[in-house]
Structures are given as structure tokens and as C-alpha cells.
């Protein structure tokens, strides 16, 4: 166990809707990171926050957005759902923005129908 | 963008066998991180190496910075059924961000 909690665990969910994925960082972790691992792409970069702010952007697609609370926990929007949206969704956290050793959650499944 | 070739793509070994695995890349990383995934589950991180040269253990695993700060190796000793996994590299680059690269996967099966 990471100590990095996802909710919810699966989700199917139909073209054009939109959801909301969730992450709670480890204890004492600042820095927060989404990640996509599809099939075809692999795990790949999404967004990046640190206490609150947005610190790093990968290939986020402008449907989605993301935000980290006060409480560090973060959420990851997702709108105008497609077909290609389906993936493992993971978050991950780390002490600082510059601290590199990434713990990840086990991740939210998203099926889109 | 900067990218990671990883191999091999798969292995297929008998327990108690070692195992090598490397990440190569066109462009320098700064930190170089091994994970392995399980079927469903999220990647959990086996070693972390910050600089060129370093060779870093935990248990029977060894990780090594490569020189020219464009490569990484995975190495597992005496392999065991419960290696089975999929192992990821990532890499870091120039930015003072977390950024991670992933290469694409090992997928290691172990033959008991």
C-alpha cells in the first residue's frame, strides 16, 4: 500500500459525460501528479500540482483539467468523454515538486460506452 | 519529445535465473526511476538513482545510472515466481519539475 488513495476504482460512463476522478496524496506529500496508461500510449505525463499550484503540464487534452485543494487532495476533471478517453487513470505524490521518488495509487479504471 | 526505449519487450525465464532489462534514450535524463506494475494495480517504486555511475540494490535488485546519463539497467538475481510483473523505467529530464518519461515495459514471466 502506497499510502495514495484513488476514488472511484472503476467507472463506465457513456460518450459526452463528464467525471470526476479523485486522489488523496500520501501524508506529508505536497506534490501531485495524474497520469494516463492506455494500451497503445503507455503511462503518460498528464499534470502536475504542488501545493495548490499547477507546476508541470504533459499532454493533457484541453477537455480535461485538474486542481489540488487545500486539503492536497486533487481531482481530475474529464469532459466531452470519447471512446479513447477509456484508460487507467493514476495519481501520484511526492514530498516536494523537485523530489522525484513518485509514489502511485492503484489508479481508476475509466471505460467509456 | 524526449522518449525511452526500453528492452526487452518481454522475457520468458526459469526461476532462479538472472535478469537484465535497460532503458536508452536520446537525450540526457537527470534521475532515472525503476518501477514494477501488476495487473490492475498502480506501479510501485523499486529504486531511484540521481546520479551518473550510481549502482544502487534493494534485496535482489540492482539499478545502474548510466555514464553518459542516457541509460539505465535493471538487474534481478536469482529470480523468484512473485518477479512476475511488468517493469517500467522513467527518466527525468532537465526540467525542475516531476515530469516522468515511462518506457514502454518488460513483461517478466518466471517459469517455477
Known amino acids: 500500500d502506497s499510502g495514495v488513495t484513488q476514488t472511484p476504482k472503476h467507472l463506465i460512463t457513456a460518450t459526452g459525460q463528464r467525471v470526476t476522478l479523485r486522489c488523496s496524496p500520501r501524508s506529508g506529500d505536497l506534490s501531485v501528479y495524474w497520469y494516463q496508461q492506455s494500451l497503445d500510449q503507455g503511462l503518460q505525463f498528464l499534470i502536475q500540482?504542488?501545493?495548490?499550484?499547477?507546476?508541470a503540464k504533459g499532454n493533457i487534452l484541453e477537455r480535461f483539467s485538474a486542481q489540488q485543494f487545500p486539503d492536497l487532495h486533487s481531482e481530475l476533471n474529464l469532459s466531452s468523454l470519447e471512446l479513447g478517453d477509456s484508460a487507467l487513470y493514476f495519481c501520484?505524490?511526492?514530498?516536494?515538486?523537485?523530489?522525484?521518488?513518485?509514489?502511485f495509487g492503484p489508479g481508476t479504471r475509466l471505460t467509456v460506452t | 519529445g524526449q522518449q525511452l526505449n526500453q528492452s526487452p519487450q518481454s522475457m520468458f525465464i526459469q526461476e532462479g535465473e538472472d535478469v537484465s532489462m535497460n532503458c536508452t534514450s536520446s537525450s540526457i535524463f537527470n534521475t532515472w526511476l525503476w518501477y514494477k506494475q501488476d495487473p490492475g494495480e498502480g506501479p510501485v517504486l523499486l529504486i531511484a538513482l540521481y546520479k551518473a555511475g550510481e549502482l544502487t540494490s534493494n534485496g535482489r535488485l540492482t539499478a545502474q545510472f548510466g555514464i553518459t546519463r542516457k541509460d539505465s539497467f535493471l538487474n534481478i538475481s536469482a529470480s523468484i515466481p512473485s518477479d512476475v510483473g511488468i517493469y517500467f523505467c522513467a527518466g527525468r529530464g532537465s526540467s525542475n519539475t516531476g515530469k516522468l518519461i515511462f518506457g514502454q515495459g518488460t513483461t517478466l514471466q518466471v517459469k517455477p
Open positions: 501520484a505524490s511526492s514530498k516536494a515538486a523537485d523530489l522525484y521518488e513518485q509514489y
Open positions: 500540482y504542488y501545493n495548490g499550484e499547477e507546476r
